[in-house]
């Protein structure tokens, strides 16, 4: 770069600059650069937070805890404004034995102090909640200490942890072996009687660090960081992945992975097979519940094997479309799945009670027999529903679908 005094004296030969129109530019622009000023070339400097984080019921520093940064919204903007794609991760530190932090280079503005400690209770715990507990709908709850970062300033903050409540118990099958890697998910009963779904996290709103919940080597869970309040519990099988080979129109083959989500088993707390029968659990502030056992009961659970076929000769296979079972009181949706080639579905561990099995749609054959050229393709069928009462395996259901 050219010394600012170099390019001062630079300006005084005229005739320089009358003859080289381009390095008058570059002059000015090298000014920009190095002379003070409001706007030119400024940057926005940051500011930093000294904090000391303890813990509620101890008194006793809060040791190898997480503390993050989110900044708290601007109620002014639109809520249609979005974050940049570009948006750096969250200021995030990491207490000392002393429960000290200090996190630096943080762009000047407001901003919850959020910790995170295992056992307990994190302002941010992030929600999902609407009219039913699958709902995608995001909210997040704060209630946590906020601190004004200014550029070139360092700002200080205590922060108190409180101790969380918990959920904890075991998962066996009914013959007493452990329900090992099943999926555990805590709801918060709402006053309007909807639940929302309660997700601890490890690293900040933000999510980066996620901790889904399972049952351990002897089927144990434990779920933390919950405030007071009421909560279901739900179990559920893990999705099973299959893996297999498949045959192209070429006549080459490919191997497939396929997951089947539609087909798990879900046990709430009680023993219940839906959240609404659900054994209700409620918590104090601080309150460890540690017997939120749950069985899952092979012995009462039975198999839904069936066929779909053309209803013009109710023999021809219909070998793609979806498959539902269906709760016969409100027809919400228990299981799906998907017709095999050859017509054919299965529902495992179905709970004794009424259902519909429904078919909103078929084929006359999967898309590999159609590109083999073993069936014509084109063809719909459907829709074509029929109710059981279930107290026992189920082997030969026949759907008959129209063509439509």
Not at 89 to 97: E, G, V
Not at 339 to 347: I, R
Not at 353 to 376: D, I, K
């Amino acid at each position: 770069m050219i010394d600012p005094r170099v390019l001062i004296k630079m300006l005084s030969f005229r005739h320089f600059l009358a003859k080289n129109k381009m390095a008058y530019t570059f002059i000015f622009l090298q000014l920009a650069f190095f002379l003070p000023g409001k706007d030119i070339g400024a940057q926005q400097s940051t500011g930093s937070l000294l904090g000391y984080a303890f813990c509620s019921d101890s008194g006793a520093p809060a040791r190898i805890a997480i503390v993050t940064l989110e900044s708290v919204p601007d109620k002014s903007a639109e809520k249609t404004t979005r974050p940049s794609p570009s948006r750096a991760l969250n200021p995030t530190a990491t207490t000392d034995m002393q429960g000290r932090f200090r996190i630096d280079k943080i762009p000047p503005g407001l901003y919850y102090v959020i910790p995170y400690l295992s056992g307990y209770l994190s302002p941010a715990s992030s929600l999902k909640h609407s009219g039913g507990i699958d709902s995608n709908q995001a909210t997040e709850t704060i209630d946590a200490t906020i601190v004004t970062i200014q550029g070139g300033r360092t700002a200080s903050t205590s922060i108190r942890i409180e101790r969380s409540s918990s959920i904890a118990g075991s998962v066996t099958y009914d013959d007493g072996s452990p329900a090992i890697g099943f999926n555990v998910k805590v709801f918060r009963v709402n006053s309007d009687g909807t639940y929302t779904e309660v997700i601890t996290k490890l690293g900040g709103p933000s999510g980066i660090f996620a901790s889904p919940n399972s049952t351990d080597s002897h089927g144990k869970y434990i779920v933390e960081g919950l405030p007071a309040g009421n909560y279901i519990v739900r179990v559920a099988t893990p999705s099973v992945t299959t893996a297999g080979m498949s045959s192209l129109s070429s006549g080459s083959s490919a191997f497939s992975l396929k997951q089947e989500l539609g087909n798990q088993l879900s046990v709430y707390s009680g023993g219940a097979f839906r959240e609404k029968y659900a054994r209700k659990i409620e918590l104090k502030q601080g309150e460890e519940n540690q017997s939120v056992d749950i069985v899952i009961p092979l012995s009462n659970l039975f198999t839904i094997k069936g066929y779909a076929v053309d209803a013009a000769d109710n023999s021809t296979p219909l070998g793609s479309g979806v498959v539902q079972l269906l709760n016969q009181d409100d027809r919400s949706v228990l299981y799906f799945t998907s017709l095999h080639p050859d017509g054919s579905f299965v529902f495992n561990n179905v709970p004794r009670g009424g259902y519909v099995v429904y078919l909103p749609y078929a084929t006359l054959a999967s898309v590999e027999q159609a590109q083999n050229g073993s069936a014509q393709q084109g063809q719909m069928y459907g829709p074509a529903e029929k109710g059981i009462q279930l107290e026992g395996n189920i082997e030969d259901i026949s759907i008959a679908m129209p063509a439509k």
